[in-house]
């Protein structure tokens, strides 16, 4: 209780500041300064204002508490009340800081749920602003694209309409020149004319003299002729009817004059056709082996080669991948039984991107199956016009009189065997396309028809029914690359260089290293570019200082061939970079 008490005695010192009189006179004080300070100031001395009566009262219970028996108890109680309602403001301050730990935890949930609804709207609000920047681009490229295609027509109609003043100019001016030229020749005409006549007039009766001396000349030469005529007939039939033997011989004699002369016609026009036909070559033909009576004269070292040569493998020198080089080892089998067994050939069809060994499969194959071969490239016959028809005749003619058989090769097969529905081809390439259709309606056994073609889907539809096998001839991979450019190497510089031929050495290194790396630049190269490195190395090492080729010479070399392929197909249309696309596809990496 003592403690109580002191601790609320200064409490009362510092609320009532002085007895009851000193708070009356301050209160009368106050009273009397009331007009002196403002109303805020009255406010805050009113909220210092106590009451000390409950003070009072309270001091007086403490002191009767102290004097009881229970005030120890009493003590302790108030000493667990207040420990309690520590606890409970403890517990209820914790209470309190939990709510505010919730409140700030659901805050910052609210605040990232915010946040995300606010990026997703940014999102949507850029994904919007980016459809529509990119519409206003489509419309705008649209606007450019239609522009320029305003200003081509309108160029182009500018164009025509100039090409049309000139082209009415200049027939205006040939009009006027051949009609200034028909009025001079007129009236050169008529100023002859009128010359003459009075030429006439005035050597009327010396003309009418010299006519009439000439008639009479004529008449006269003319009786005499027929007088001396007559007698000479009349005395020759008389002496030949007299005489029947000279009747027979004259009769003999003119019919064996007329049967010599049709015979001698005859045998001239077959000796003729025989001599085209066997040893004449066709026009359209460019390159044949078969045996050929100038040739043979003009290269006699040439064509005895030519015949003591054995038949080869089809794919000797020849460098495809595997899946292909099995299909035509098995095309090659089958055309040289078919030979042996005189049976009747296959028409095959070799497509695919140029460059890729069409040709030189197709030498190797007549070769390889003794037979001979003739080249011709559809390019040709276009331009003999009406003419195409009959050449193509003499082809097959001279195909016909094969003794071994013949591998007709078309080159570039296309060019006229184009679709008959196309507006492009004329009526003498239809002509000459129908010539062709009907000269392979059926199989044959003297030759054999090997077509090749970049672009097969222009064939027309009863050319493809013609065709019984149909080979695609695909872009070299990477080991076919490799292969090549070994081959190459070592036929045109590692030959040439232990052959020890003038101005021509080799650097030591690693040639097969090499190949490979070139093998990866070559990526989407074809085969005879690939075989055209070997003349850019040899020309490398013919303008070199030293006469030697090095390790960074050949790969010079092959960095700008893959450099001016990739120009070469830049180049390219849109529609055949596609086409390009499609023939090569996966073969290409």
């Not at 007129?186 to 100023?191: P, V």
């Not at 002496?239 to 004059?257: C, E, F, N, P, Q």
Request: glycine content about 6%.
């Amino acid at each position: 209780m003592s403690w109580l008490l002191g601790r609320n005695r200064p409490q009362q010192d510092v609320f009532t500041g002085g007895s009851d009189d000193d708070a009356d006179k301050k209160t009368a004080g106050e009273k009397g300064g009331d007009t002196q300070l403002s109303k805020a100031e009255r406010k805050a001395m009113e909220a210092y204002r106590f009451d000390s009566s409950a003070l009072e009262r309270a001091a007086e219970a403490a002191k009767t508490l102290e004097k009881s028996r229970h005030a120890r108890e009493a003590l302790e109680i108030s000493k667990l009340q207040e420990v309690t309602r520590q606890q409970e403001y403890q517990t209820k301050v914790k209470e309190y800081e939990a709510h505010i730990e919730q409140a700030k935890v659901e805050q910052k949930r609210i605040d990232h749920e915010e946040r995300r609804k606010t990026l997703i709207e940014e999102t949507k609000q850029q994904q919007q602003r980016a459809q529509y920047q990119d519409q206003l681009a489509r419309k705008r490229y649209d606007d450019q694209l239609t522009q320029q295609q305003r200003v081509q027509e309108e160029n182009l109609r500018k164009q025509e309409e100039s090409v049309a003043r000139q082209e009415a100019m200049r027939r205006q001016t040939i009009e006027h020149e051949i009609e200034m030229k028909e009025k001079n020749r007129l009236k050169l005409l008529e100023h002859e004319m009128r010359a003459k006549a009075k030429i006439d007039r005035e050597n009327r009766d010396i003309n009418l003299e010299q006519i009439r001396l000439k008639a009479q000349e004529h008449r006269t030469t003319v009786l005499e002729g027929i007088k001396t005529a007559g007698t000479v007939i009349g005395a020759g039939f008389e002496a030949m009817l007299t005489d029947w033997d000279k009747v027979l011989t004259a009769a003999g004699g003119l019919s064996l004059l007329a049967l010599g002369v049709y015979s001698a016609k005859g045998a001239t026009g077959v000796a003729s056709r025989y001599i085209e036909a066997r040893i004449g070559k066709p026009n359209l033909v460019g390159e044949t082996s078969r045996f050929a009576f100038l040739d043979a004269i003009k290269h006699p070292i040439h064509y005895i080669k030519k015949l003591r040569s054995k038949p080869q493998d089809a794919l000797q020198g020849v460098v495809l991948n595997p899946k292909l080089e099995e299909r035509l080892r098995d095309v090659a089998i089958a055309t040289k039984n078919t030979r042996l067994n005189k049976g009747l050939y296959r028409n095959v069809l070799m497509h695919g991107p140029p460059g890729t060994g069409k040709t030189m499969f197709a030498k190797k194959l007549a070769e390889h199956s003794g037979m001979d071969y003739a080249i011709m490239t559809g390019g040709d016959v276009a331009p003999m016009g009406k003419d195409g028809v009959t050449a193509i005749h003499k082809v097959f003619d001279w195909s016909q009189t094969s003794r071994r058989g013949l591998l007709l090769f078309v080159d570039e097969a296309d060019a006229f065997l184009r679709k008959r529905s196309s507006e492009k081809i004329s009526e003498d390439l239809r002509a000459a396309l129908n010539a062709f259709l009907y000269r392979t309606s059926e199989q044959n056994a003297k030759f054999m028809l090997v077509l090749a073609s970049n672009t097969p889907e222009q064939f027309d539809y009863a050319i493809n029914d013609r065709l019984d096998e149909m080979v695609e001839f695909t872009l070299p991979g990477l080991e076919e690359r490799e292969r090549l450019l070994r081959l190459y190497f070592d036929k045109y510089v590692l030959q040439p260089a232990a052959e020890g031929a003038k101005r021509f050495k080799l650097e030591q290194f690693d040639y097969g290293s090499v190949c490979s790396k070139m093998a990866d630049i070559c990526n989407g190269m074809s085969g005879r570019e690939i075989s055209k490195l070997g003349v850019a190395w040899q020309a490398a090492v013919y303008a070199s200082e030293n006469g030697v080729l090095t390790e960074k010479m050949v790969l010079d070399r092959c960095l700008a061939a893959a450099e001016q392929h990739k120009q070469k197909m830049a180049w390219l249309s849109e529609q055949e970079r596609s086409d390009h696309k499609s023939i090569t596809g996966a073969q290409t990496k």
